[in-house]
């Protein structure tokens, strides 16, 4: 065994067991100089926990946590970096000997290191390129010339180490001082934060209790940068060093990274957004000007020299990109998975992202090697409490409020107040993300919530939450729908509208394991649906509930759901619409309900599915119903159902002038959508009453406001101008209003698609293609049948189409290509009323 090792200022004289910092002896303990010289003996190598307990403790059966007490100890002496901790196997020496010290026998002293030689350590090396920060980086630097302590705050993985080292080299390189890097990863221990910016200054240690006021004498003359990497786990420590040097010292500046601020007075917290992303539909070279995308393909071709980003595969990206969050982590991780899975296959396992995006290299630090890991070390720094919401959040989708974050995440030991301050530091840690606006919503990144929902199942808590969940947007949607009768559309949507993902996510699970619910949630939520021009959804929606009614079920809820279920088929289905209204017409009666039995008989008289005797029965009865204490929204209803009634009559200017009193109604009230269905109904009386002009004038108002609303109607307006166009005789004018129909209706799941099917007759008839016209006749036959009822306007079509058919083609061949029609898809319906097939 030699005399001595010396490692600089450290000197270990085993014979003596002694070991001297700075010529002075220092206090361990024997089981901590066991384990020095145990450690010095095997500074080749990782030491194994095991082999450092059989070595320091032989013999002796002791728990692992004895290991971790001494090596702090050793720690706080040696600087935190002297013995570095390998997560997973063990430990390793790594001070460096000096010249010829492992084998000295003399008795030379070591030298004090005087203030003139004090340096800093090297700052890491950068490996990548910083993408899509140039404004950070530019910012930063403005920040940090103007304030001493400035934190970069934001998400694990977002990319606060890279940022935080491109401005530290800019510094460097500029001279505007030196600096000093000090990672606190690895530091578990918070006694030692002061020791490890000794260290990293290159001072002397300290032998004193307290490291803090000789490092902060040092730093007093010093003009220098401290940049304080991941302090997220030691802020109190960081803030207790950051406070006193504020304080007393004059030209000494610290930048912090960190999951969380420190939040001390003159803090300025740099808060990090992700990396932007292309929005979709963008060209592969203005992608490339984005963070995100620009660093997915540097990353990718690095894993594989032969991927370019083309016009072809820019769509794809994106999409992987937005579902990753921006996150620089999560996109280095999927780059390098490129290669195996390719990019469908990414975007494809993004559902089992936390075994999808594993494998950094070895070089990342062990938090970062995984996307689970990165996630594990953020949800480890929260309290108990804290978790528990965080994760209870998880089953949120598309955002929420406080108040429906509080009602979904307490319980019996949390309550209202609890919640909100764990979302307050949720918050803080970038756990969760909250917008700008003057009613505050908050959301989890998709990973986050992925990872919040991991854990759920984990506590066993995801059924009972999800139930919470469903009950709370139950609750909600009850509170929309007594509103609606009373506000106006725009700040009724504004409440209600941004909670469309909750209400989907509830009515999946609730659908699925708790149907009451479901039939009470669906009933509820149907107006928000036809609002937002989602129909088609709340139809399927609805439709899988059907059989899960009991026939004698006369509540609130089930009868709600009939009525509102009746009226999402106005004009899909005119006898659906009728008999479901009829369905709670009856329980409304029974239940002595006049407001329901009211909307019921508006619903069933307005479906064109009644004799007309019995439906002027049902507006009678309105009328004796009605209040005229009742918002403008109710009493429209009786409106709504009479030109209804008005139409199916043939009473063209009737219907007219009965829809102008409603649009001014409407108009006045702040109904937008009522507004809506009355300019759609005026451009089709005024069809009927031959007057195209006036039709183009009212569906193109409808038209012009289709940007800042949601409903379907403007289907109803592109129809009608179609109509006036081909009575005007401009063909291909019209045939552009259809294809803009056509366009609307597909991405509206076909809305109202059969409705005007006779047009696309029409327009192939008076375009010469009367085989294409034939086809699409029997296409509208069978729609119509679908349906249920013909409109006025579309009848005259058909006889119209039907006549330059018959006069151009044999009876056999036209009955034959009406049959073919009738089979036909709406792609096919689209394709050959397009003129791009047959």
């Known amino acids: 065994m030699p005399h001595r090792h010396r490692f600089g200022r450290i000197e270990v004289q085993p014979a003596e067991r002694v070991l001297l910092v700075d010529k002075q002896p220092a206090a361990i303990g024997a089981r901590a100089f066991d384990l020095l010289l145990a450690l010095i003996e095997h500074r080749d190598r990782v030491v194994t926990k095991n082999e450092l307990l059989d070595l320091v403790w032989p013999g002796l059966v002791v728990e692992e946590n004895n290991l971790a007490v001494q090596v702090s100890a050793l720690r706080k002496w040696l600087g935190p970096q002297a013995i570095a901790t390998i997560p997973g196997r063990g430990y390793r020496f790594t001070l460096v000997p000096d010249d010829d010290a492992a084998a000295l026998r003399d008795d030379t002293p070591t030298r004090d290191a005087a203030p003139s030689s004090i340096t800093t350590r090297a700052l890491p090396t950068s490996t990548t390129t910083l993408f899509g920060r140039d404004d950070d980086l530019a910012a930063l630097a403005q920040w940090s010339a103007q304030h001493r302590l400035v934190t970069i705050v934001g998400a694990g993985g977002i990319g606060k180490t890279a940022l935080a080292l491109a401005a530290a080299q800019e510094r460097e390189a500029s001279s505007r001082g030196s600096v000093a890097w000090v990672e606190l990863a690895e530091l578990t221990d918070p006694s030692l934060v002061p020791s490890a910016v000794a260290q990293a200054i290159g001072l002397p240690a300290s032998g004193s209790d307290d490291p803090l006021p000789p490092l902060i004498a040092a730093l007093k003359p010093m003009q220098t940068l401290l940049v304080l990497d991941n302090a997220e786990h030691l802020l109190d420590a960081v803030a207790r060093l950051a406070r006193a040097v504020l304080s007393q010292t004059g030209d000494v500046r610290l930048l912090v990274t960190s999951q969380a601020a420190l939040k001390l007075d003159g803090e300025q917290v740099f808060r990090l957004d992700a990396l932007s992303v292309a929005e979709p539909g963008t060209p592969a070279a203005q992608a490339l000007d984005h963070g995100a995308v620009a660093l997915f393909v540097s990353q990718a071709q690095s894993a594989d020299r032969h991927f370019a980003l083309t016009d072809a595969n820019v769509a794809s990206v994106i999409e992987l990109c937005r579902h990753l969050d921006g996150v620089a982590l999560a996109i280095k991780l999927a780059a390098a998975r490129l290669p195996l899975l390719g990019l469908q296959g990414l975007t494809t396992r993004l559902a089992d992202r936390f075994k999808l995006l594993a494998g950094a290299g070895r070089s990342a630090p062990t938090r970062q090697q995984t996307l689970r890991a990165a996630l594990d070390w953020s949800h480890g720094l929260l309290a108990p409490a804290e978790q528990s919401v965080f994760r209870r959040l998880g089953v949120f989708a598309g955002g929420f409020t406080l108040e429906l974050a509080s009602a979904v995440a307490s319980d019996d030991t949390l309550d209202e107040w609890a919640v909100v301050e764990a979302l307050g530091t949720l918050v803080d840690r970038s756990l969760v993300a909250v917008d700008a606006s003057e009613r505050p919503r908050y959301r989890l990144p998709e990973s986050a919530r992925d990872y919040a929902r991991l854990q759920l199942d984990e506590a066993g808590e995801r059924q009972r939450v999800h139930a919470r969940h469903a009950q709370v947007l139950a609750a909600r949607m009850d509170e929309a729908y007594e509103a609606y009768w009373s506000t106006p559309d725009t700040p009724w949507l504004d409440a209600f509208a941004p909670e469309i993902d909750n209400v989907r996510a509830a009515l999946d699970w609730s659908t699925r394991h708790e149907p009451a619910l479901a039939l009470r949630l669906a009933g509820a939520s149907s107006l928000l649906f036809m609002l937002l021009g989602l129909a088609p959804e709340a139809r399927k929606r609805c439709a899988a509930l059907e059989d899960l009614v009991d026939t004698d079920d006369m509540s609130s809820a089930a009868s709600r759901f009939w009525l509102e279920h009746s009226r999402l088929y106005w004009e899909v289905s005119s006898t659906l619409m009728r008999d479901f209204a009829l369905k709670a017409a009856q329980r409304y009666r029974d239940a002595a309900n006049a407001r329901g039995l009211y909307l019921a008989l508006r619903c069933a008289a307005g479906s064109s599915a009644l004799p007309l005797a019995q439906a002027s029965l049902m507006l009678d009865e309105m009328a004796g119903l009605e209040r005229a204490e009742w918002p403008a929204r109710l009493r429209c209803q009786r409106l709504l159902a009479q030109i209804s009634v008005l139409k199916s009559e043939g009473r063209s200017a009737e219907t007219r002038d009965a829809l102008e009193a409603l649009l001014a109604l409407a108009k006045d009230s702040g109904l937008d959508a009522i507004a809506s269905a009355a300019?759609?109904?005026?451009?089709?009386?005024?069809?009927?009453?031959?007057?195209?002009?006036?039709?183009?004038?009212?569906?193109?108002?409808?038209?012009?406001?289709?940007?800042?609303?949601?409903?379907?109607?403007?289907?109803?307006?592109?129809?009608?101008?179609a109509q006036a166009l081909l009575a005007q005789g401009h063909i291909g004018d019209a045939r552009a209003a259809i294809a803009d129909f056509i366009a609307t209706s597909r991405s509206r799941d076909w809305e109202w698609f059969g409705v005007y099917a006779d047009l696309f007759a029409l327009l192939a008839a008076r375009e010469g293609r009367a085989e294409a016209a034939a086809r699409l006749i029997g296409h509208a036959d069978a729609a119509c049948q679908r349906v249920g009822a013909r409109d006025v306007q579309m009848a005259r079509a058909r006889v119209e189409a039907q006549g330059i058919v018959d006069a151009r083609l044999a009876a056999s061949a036209v009955a034959k290509l009406m049959v073919e029609g009738s089979r036909m898809d709406p792609e096919a319906v689209c394709s050959l009323t397009l003129g791009t097939q047959g």
């Open 679 to 721: 300019l759609s109904g005026l451009a089709d009386a005024h069809l009927a009453l031959a007057d195209p002009d006036a039709a183009l004038r009212c569906a193109r108002e409808l038209i012009a406001g289709r940007s800042g609303r949601r409903d379907n109607f403007v289907l109803h307006a592109l129809a009608a101008v």
